[in-house]
């Protein structure tokens, strides 16, 4: 079984942060925020995760400063 590596990708508080652990291959990428609750999404390869945090985190859908959306999917490049 492969060993499973947990990424906090990023945090505002408690109740509004992106986390996703990392099993071999497969990548779990939870979301949590006050407005929506708890949103997980499983991603079986790293195309298909980029692909999602670049629809996800376009600049027309983000609602934060370009620095920070530029960090964010910074992190989600390092996993």
Do not use: C
């Not at 497969?26 to 999602?52: A, C, K, N």
């Amino acid at each position: 079984m492969a060993q499973t590596k947990k990424f906090q990708i990023y945090k505002k508080d408690k109740w509004n942060m992106i986390s996703a652990e990392v099993r071999g291959r497969e990548i779990e990428v939870i979301e949590i925020s006050d407005q929506w609750g708890e949103d997980s999404r499983t991603f079986y390869s790293r195309p298909e995760l980029m692909h999602w945090v670049h629809e996800r985190f376009a600049p027309d859908r983000f609602d934060g400063p370009e620095e920070e959306r530029i960090r964010i999917i910074g992190e989600f490049e390092r996993l």
